[in-house]
């Protein structure tokens, strides 16, 4: 119709009709592009929501994570301590609770967390939707040593593989059965390992005296003892500064919210 118009207006000269012809598809081009620009920026607007209630809730469980390696290589610290103790204590004097404490000792939980939703913002190339770039330094960062700290708590030291090495199998196997990592897993999906605290096994009297005296006089495995003590010490701060990490990044991730 406009195009029509505009052809009749030329043919009879009337330029003030053919500058108004023009001026109104100018118009109505620059108001189809307009809110085409609006509904876009309202989509990345909206996708960029959408993903910071995901990363929110990806934080949130990873600082529950945290929490739970703190409390497992926790226990396994304490439980080092004890056979720690146990070998300047009289040989008498100890039972079942210094080879289990030995065992105990020597368990890992290879932590990874969640971080599916920041890989496919990074893939994609939506983390430009989250158009505040001190979050997406801060969720880099966040990520970085997310990564970090995973590695540093999958490396094992020498003491795992020496004290499983020494160790009767039998005395192994009724500490697995009865006091092995336990797999939890909660409403949401949302899973962790538990070391239980407290452990009781059902062996021999005199095999058990036997396996006590041999492994109490092995030096070896006192000495990969107190390495692997300060190696759980040093993974129990990096697991702090973790949690202190997700902390700061789920508040910043609120303040955006709001």
Known sequence: MILRSLTKHVKDQNWFAVGLDFFIVVFGVFIGLQVSNWNEARQSQNLAENYIERLQTDIGLEQALWGKATDYFGTARDYGNIALDGFSAPLESLDEQFLIALYQASQVWYVAPN???????????????????????????????????????????????????????????????????????????????????????????EALKAEIARLHSNVEVQQELRFHLSVLGAQLGVIGNATDTATATLEKLNEVQQ
């Not at 590695?151 to 020496?162: A, C, E, H, M, V």
């Not at 009724?174 to 797999?183: A, F, T």
């Not at 239980?196 to 009297?205: F, M, Q, R």
């Open 115 to 205: 971080r599916a939703t920041f890989d496919e913002l990074q893939s994609t190339g939506r983390i430009v939707n989250i158009r505040d770039e001190k979050l997406r330094t801060i969720l880099s960062n966040h990520y970085l040593r997310g990564g970090q700290t995973s590695f540093t708590l999958n490396q094992t030291s020498q003491y795992r593989r020496i004290a499983r090495l020494y160790m009767h199998q039998t005395v192994q196997a009724q500490i697995r059965e009865n006091c092995g990592d336990k797999w939890v897993t909660d409403v949401n999906n949302f899973y962790y390992v538990l070391l239980p605290k407290a452990c009781e096994i059902d062996i021999a009297e």
